[in-house]
């Protein structure tokens, strides 16, 4: 646990405008308030809209409204991927006059997905490396991609202690730009934090496979490491990953408008904390008060599981 006030700690949530929050990404943004929050830091917003076609209008509001229904408030400006093109072109340039990036010509799901952060049911292949050397003469380039070198990447979580992978046999050298210009989540991601001084990313289990990748473009980009803790996944009651349709918690939809503290309790409950009875009654702020005090990363279960509500 966190103690003392550190200014110095900046969090952040990153949800991405292609979908309402559900129950799972409110678990997200509770649990890297609530560690942001602990340290004294400041907790940021950023909308992940660099996946144009898969953005729905008026999502960025809704997101924002229901954050702000839970009394979850964010520091300063919201940041958005759509602002950060200039940026992305210029660390992309930069890493290409390192000579780690060439083009490859090579046509994948992988490349039309590249934009969206890759989650638990993308189909992840490892790029043999076909293109690495020399592109075959005649293709035409359809992405950019990082070599990747052959030691293992190690990183300690909070909640999964060491994490070590190595990325030939994970994802090889991997996407960071389409061939149409697009610039990938890999890259983008790590710009975006970088830009932002997030120094600690809480976020979801199933973006840990790609904490790796993330970390060997600091390295590469000389930016400082932030700490990381991947949260439990929120789970239906048989254990099913949750439908983007079910267990939205929409201010739009006003499917638990009323209902807040209710829910903010139950996610408590999920990330490991034990809230009195008597929390009911009181604000969804004064009830993340409580959370802030009581919030401890090593008391985060093991497991994925549901929000009881
Ligand atoms: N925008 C990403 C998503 O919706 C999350 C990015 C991150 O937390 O690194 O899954």
Redesign the pocket.
């Known amino acids: 646990m966190h103690s003392g006030t550190d200014h110095h700690i900046v969090g ?5 405008p ?1 979908g309402a929050l559900h129950t799972g ?1 409110l678990a ?1 943004a509770v649990g890297s308030y609530l560690m942001a929050k602990q340290g004294g830091g400041r907790w940021l917003l950023r909308l ?1 809209d660099l996946d144009a076609p898969r953005q729905v209008p008026g999502m960025a509001d809704d997101i924002m409204r229901t954050l702000e229904s839970f009394g979850l408030l964010w520091d300063g400006e919201v940041a958005c991927q759509s602002r950060h093109l200039s940026e992305y072109r210029h660390f992309f340039e930069v890493l290409q006059r390192a000579g780690v990036i060439f083009p490859c010509g090579c046509s994948r799901k992988e490349i039309a997905q590249s934009a ?2 890759p ?1 638990l049911d993308d189909d992840c292949i490892a790029y043999p490396g076909t293109c690495r050397g020399r592109m075959k003469a005649g293709l035409a380039v359809r992405s950019w991609r990082v070599m990747v070198p052959e030691e293992e990447i190690c990183f300690s979580d909070l909640r999964r202690g060491l994490i070590c992978q190595r990325l030939p046999a994970l994802s090889g050298d991997f996407v960071l730009r389409r061939g149409d210009g697009e610039f990938a ?1 890999q890259l983008a ?1 790590v710009v975006d ?1 970088y830009l932002g001084g997030v120094n600690q ?1 809480v ?2 289990d ?2 840990l496979a ?1 904490t790796p990748r993330q970390i060997y473009l600091q390295r590469l980009l000389g930016f400082s490491q932030p700490a990381y803790c991947h949260l439990p996944l929120v789970t239906d009651p048989d254990g099913a990953k949750l439908s983007k349709r079910d267990h939205l918690v929409s201010h739009r939809l006003g499917n638990v408008a009323g209902r807040e503290q209710a829910l903010l309790l139950a996610v408590l409950r999920f990330l490991g904390l034990n809230p009195p009875p008597e929390l009911d009654g009181y604000s969804c702020s004064a009830i993340l008060a409580w959370g802030v005090i009581h919030f401890n990363p090593l008391g985060l279960p093991a497991r994925s599981g549901v929000v009881g509500f």
């Open positions: 952040r949530f990153a949800p991405s292609t990404s997200a992940d969206s952060a989650h989540y991601v934090d990313v976020r979801g199933d973006l790609s």
